[in-house]
T-cell receptor, first 113, second 111 residues
Framework: AQTVTQSQPEMSVQEAETVTLSCTYD???????LFWYKQPPSRQMILVIR??????QNATENRFSVNFQKAAKSFSLKISDSQLGDAAMYFC??????????FGAGTRLTVKP | DAGVTQSPTHLIKTRGQHVTLRCSPI?????VSWYQQVLGQGPQFIFQ???????GRGNFPDRFSARQFPNYSSELNVNALLLGDSALYLC??????????FGPGTRLLVL
């Protein structure tokens, strides 16, 4: 069974600085997708970034980028120029074709002014 | 375009009662999935429907059931509610096998 592990329950970053959130996963499949979702106190789950496993190039969305290491089954999220609005729970998620999404336990990110 | 919508937003029930949660997917999306998120944890998969057929079921008891309608909206039903069913129930829709977009959730409290 696929599992997703986020080893950092909490992280803290100074405003305007860079922070990296870690995620590892376990799978025997070759075709899958990886996601980072943000969940603010409103608890609305918001998509941050997506990576297709077949793509070697790391995904980037403005200040958010990933470091996808397929052989190591690692998928970290880098947030550059952190803003107060980035404070939230961040969930790493895995999904293979037409299957359910598996989530990690989450990392709570605090941004200090 | 409207995102995924869920109703009701909040619900309070007592043990043993039944509850129905509703979800309308993004227009054009044919797949709907349901998740349960207990406070402090990541979402746990309950059901996935695609083209009105059940495509997957998580490790939840038979008290949980769901269905998808011809317009692709979906209902999640929970019978004989237990205190442990108190959670945020999230609905997500997708075009197919890729990105899931989540609704705001229904917060269920069982007393």
């Amino acid at each position: 069974a696929q599992t997703v592990t986020q080893s950092q329950p909490e992280m803290s970053v100074q405003e305007a600085e860079t922070v990296t959130l870690s995620c590892t996963y376990d799978t025997s499949e070759s075709d899958y997708y990886l996601f980072w979702y943000k969940q603010p106190p409103s608890r609305q789950m918001i998509l941050v970034i997506r990576q297709e496993a077949y793509k070697q190039q790391n995904a980037t969305e403005n200040r958010f980028s990933v470091n996808f290491q397929k052989a190591a089954k690692s998928f970290s999220l880098k947030i550059s120029d952190s803003q107060l609005g980035d404070a939230a729970m961040y969930f790493c998620a895995y999904r293979s074709a037409f299957n359910d999404m598996r989530f990690g336990a989450g990392t709570r990110l605090t941004v200090k002014p | 375009d409207a995102g995924v919508t869920q109703s009701p937003t909040h619900l309070i029930k007592t043990r043993g009662q039944h509850v129905t949660l509703r979800c309308s997917p993004i227009s054009g999306h044919k797949s709907v999935s349901w998740y349960q998120q207990v406070l402090g944890q990541g979402p746990q998969f309950i059901f996935q429907y695609y083209e009105k057929e059940e495509r997957g079921r998580g490790n939840f008891p038979d008290r949980f059931s769901a269905r998808q309608f011809p317009n692709y909206s979906s209902e999640l039903n929970v019978n004989a509610l237990l205190l442990g069913d108190s959670a945020l129930y999230l609905c997500a829709s997708s075009l197919g096998a890729q990105t899931q977009y989540f609704g705001p959730g229904t917060r269920l409290l069982v007393l």
